[in-house]
Every structure is written in structure tokens, then in C-alpha cells.
């Protein structure tokens, strides 16, 4: 590590603040503490910031010889102009935070590397400036098949594509400020127990944090702490864009504690991870559903989230591709509307909680959800739910239950259902109802459903 230890001293401008009083002459107060012994300053290679990209060679060369040596590299205040720099094994890559500022001059690609070992960037201002970015990168930043990389304390900012792309890759980024990408803040496939912690993301063309793989399989990055806004949809479709943390083939991934505000489609929207945890986050605004485990996927905890508007609060749905076994625990979903991004031909919008299969829903706090509470299975793809202990508040109808034929089991017990004026429960042949009021006992409800010690009101 390389540190550099600045001080404020004789702090104020009164006559002891200019001409410093002896006790703070003495005083000396560290504000950054940052180790740069034995790191390369830029400067005193002819790496000097300029206006034009005239020293991409000088720059690359001396990456090279840094990392040849296992030295840092130190860049000073300033703009550096750059472009089509191969980022070589052991690069190590630090500024001044908000003053060190790497602009790509165009023409190709700004930073790649494949086959590192260890990549590092740190302290760094580095913008795209919006400008055209070829065919060898997904990214501003593109690194490939890199063991560790470590992206910190950066500030990325103005792709015309992705702002980081990673494929095969791990290591962590983390504090990172990730903004105005017209695709994706950042999109990593076939990951290697990454960690993707504590960034800033926001304002982003297509996505924001995405964790991909080619094939399903194990994939084990962890998404922490993050904040995550406006993230548009420019690309259209039906949930494929337009997503706070997408998760797609990734299996024993975990979603904790971020907060995410203002996306087009889905707060967090896992399509076939298995495995998955989705804890403590906190989804406002969402354009349709907040929180989505979908289609192939065996295994999701759902739990702790707050959901403060969305077309629909959780699904944990797709049975009919294999999607199944879950708990759904612990979640305050409110505020809900009747209108999505598109127009939806099956079960609409409008609803809080949806399950199908071999799934607990329990704990749960709904409220203002304007068509259904929750829901219960869809047409005859339903299995071994338990659904207890829930509150349900005005809402039409407090849980609609699938009653087609073939459909599976479900308890459902000791639920409270309140403001629930077209039904408490009540069972559906897909989007019609077929049942009267079937709370609080269940007594007409039909073999395949136990309903017992149900509160209305």
C-alpha cells in the first residue's frame, strides 16, 4: 500500500488562525492518509495532464514498466487524455479522489486487460466522455479473465456503453460512484466470488448492477450496501432492461442491505439463481415489480425488505418453468398501483405478495395493494404453500387463491385480513373469481386448501 499523510494546521481565520497561535502551531490534524512509499509519480515520467491524448504511449508505457517492477503507480491532480490503454498484470493505478481525472480521447477503447492476475484502480475520476467505444469492449473499464480486481473510490462516469464490465473475473468494487452509462453502471459475467459493496449508482441507460453467467452455475458474488437510482430503460422489453441488481443464472448470490429508488422494471429481479438472499433492502418507486424471483430457480430467501411503491410488490413465481421453494418473511410491501411499463396479459398489476410453489410466506406486512393482497399459485401451478401470520390491509381483496384443477395444496392460517371489501380470501380460475368469502374458517373451501384461525375485519 501506498500512503501520503496531508495535514491542517492553525485551522480558522481570526489572528491566531493567520499567524497561528502556539497551541496550533503544535496541533497538527491529519485529513487524508493515503501510503504512496515507493509508488512511480507520473509526472516525473513525462506523464503530465494535457489537453490531447498525444501521450497514451508514454502512459501505457509506464504502466508496463510499474508493473514489471510491482510498483504503484501515482497520478497528480490534473486531466489526463487517453485512450486504447492494455492495463498489464500487476497494475496498480491511484489518484487524487475527485482531482485525478482520466478523460478517453476516443477512437477504441480506454482501459482493458485479459489475463491478469491483479488489477488495480483506485482514487480516480474517469470519464467517457460520451464518446464511441469499439467492438473489444463492453466497457469504459473491460477486464477479462482478471483473478482480483480491486476498483475503489472511484468515480466512473459519461460510457457510451458499460461503465465496468468484468467477465471471469473477482476481486471487489467498492465505493465506487457509477454514473451516466448508456447500458449498465455494471454488467459481470461468469464472476469468481466477487464483491460488489458500498457504490453510488445512478442515472444509467439499461441496468445497474448485473451479475450474469453464459451457463447456470455457482457464482457467489456478494451485492452489499449499495445505492442505486434512476435507472432507466432505453431499450424497451418486458423486464430484460431497466433493473436496480439484475441477477441472471448466477446461483448463491446475496442481495443485502442496498437501497434502490426509481428503476424503470425491478428494484432487484433474479431470473434462474438459485440460492438466492434478498435481505434488508430497501426498493422505492419501482416502474413494476420490486422484487422478482423468477423461472428456473430452487432456493430464495425474501426477507427484511421494504417496498414503498411498484405496479407489484414480490414474486416469487414460474413454477411452470421450475421455479420453486422459497421463504417470504419479515417484508412491509405498500403502496401499489394498477398500471406497469407494458400491457400485462396475464395477471396484471396491482398485487403485494405472488407465490407458487413449496414456499412460506409468513410475517409479511401489506398494505395498498389496489387489486389483490396476495396471491396464491396461478391456474393449476400451485404447490405446498404456507402462508401464516401475515397482515393484509386495504386491499380489495385480502389473497386470491388459484381453485383450477390439479392445482397443490396450501395452508393458509392465522392471517389477519383488514379493509378487505370485496373478500377476505377468495378462490380465482386464473383472473376470475369463482368463490364466495372463504376466511375465516374455510368451510366452503374446496379439498386441496386448509383455512383456519383467519381474522377479517
Not at 186 to 212: K, Q
Not at 347 to 375: C, H, M, Q, R, Y
Request: net charge neutral; proline share 3%.
Amino acid at each position: 500500500m501506498v500512503t501520503r499523510r496531508l495535514f491542517l494546521s492553525g485551522l480558522g481565520f481570526g489572528a491566531a488562525g493567520i499567524a497561528g497561535t502556539a497551541a496550533a502551531r503544535t496541533q497538527r490534524l491529519p485529513i487524508v492518509d493515503v501510503d504512496l512509499r515507493g509508488s512511480i509519480d507520473a509526472s516525473e515520467h513525462g506523464v503530465r495532464p494535457g489537453a490531447s491524448d498525444r501521450k497514451s504511449k508514454a502512459f501505457a508505457r509506464l504502466l508496463k514498466d510499474a508493473a514489471a517492477k510491482n510498483t504503484p503507480v501515482f497520478l497528480p491532480p490534473g486531466d489526463y487524455v487517453i485512450s486504447n490503454i492494455a492495463l498489464p498484470d500487476n497494475t496498480r493505478l491511484t489518484g487524487v479522489p475527485g482531482a485525478t481525472r482520466i478523460v478517453y480521447g476516443g477512437d477504441g477503447h480506454l482501459f482493458a486487460a485479459d489475463g491478469a492476475n491483479r488489477i488495480e484502480l483506485a482514487n480516480l475520476v474517469i470519464d467517457g466522455a460520451n464518446r464511441w467505444l469499439d467492438d473489444t469492449v463492453q466497457g469504459l473499464v473491460h477486464l477479462r479473465n482478471v483473478a482480483n480486481v480491486i476498483i475503489e473510490n472511484c468515480e466512473i462516469q459519461g460510457s457510451s456503453k458499460t461503465a465496468i464490465s468484468l467477465e471471469r473475473s473477482g476481486g471487489r468494487i467498492e465505493r465506487n460512484r457509477l454514473s451516466g452509462a448508456a447500458e449498465h453502471a455494471l454488467y459481470a459475467v461468469e464472476s469468481r466470488d466477487l464483491s460488489v459493496t458500498g457504490n453510488h449508482v445512478f442515472d444509467c441507460g439499461n441496468g445497474g448492477i448485473l451479475i450474469h453467467r453464459w451457463q447456470k452455475g455457482r457464482d457467489g458474488t456478494m451485492v452489499s450496501g449499495n445505492r442505486i437510482a434512476r435507472i432507466a430503460a432505453t431499450n424497451g422489453g418486458t423486464g430484460q432492461y431497466g433493473n436496480g441488481i439484475n441477477i441472471f443464472r448466477a446461483d448463491d448470490v446475496m442481495i443485502t442491505n442496498n437501497h434502490i429508488s426509481g428503476c424503470a422494471f425491478s428494484a432487484i429481479r433474479a431470473n434462474a439463481g438459485s440460492n438466492v438472499q434478498i435481505t434488508g433492502n430497501t426498493c422505492l418507486e419501482s416502474g413494476e415489480t420490486a422484487i422478482y424471483s423468477e423461472f428456473g430457480f430452487t432456493g430464495a430467501i425474501v426477507n427484511g425488505n421494504l417496498i414503498d411503491g411498484a405496479a407489484n410488490g414480490i414474486l416469487i413465481v414460474n413454477f411452470d418453468e421450475g421455479g420453486r421453494l422459497a421463504t417470504v418473511s419479515g417484508n412491509v410491501v405498500r403502496n401499489l398501483r394498477l398500471e406497469g411499463p407494458y400491457v400485462h396479459d396475464g395477471a396484471g398489476f396491482g398485487f403485494g405478495i405472488a407465490v407458487e410453489a413449496d414456499t412460506v410466506v409468513s410475517g409479511n406486512t401489506i398494505e395498498n395493494a389496489p387489486k389483490w393482497g396476495l396471491v396464491l399459485g396461478w391456474g393449476p401451478y400451485m404447490r405446498g404453500l404456507v402462508v401464516s401470520g401475515n397482515l393484509v390491509r386495504s386491499s380489495p381483496v385480502g389473497c386470491a387463491v388459484t381453485v383450477v384443477e390439479n392445482a397443490g395444496s396450501a395452508l393458509i392460517s392465522g392471517n389477519i385480513f383488514e379493509d378487505t371489501p370485496e373478500a377476505a380470501i377468495a378462490g380465482y380460475r386464473w383472473k376470475e373469481r369463482t368463490t364466495g368469502e372463504l376466511a375465516p374458517d374455510g368451510s366452503a373451501a374446496p379439498a386441496h386448501l386448509t383455512i383456519e384461525r383467519n381474522r377479517t375485519g
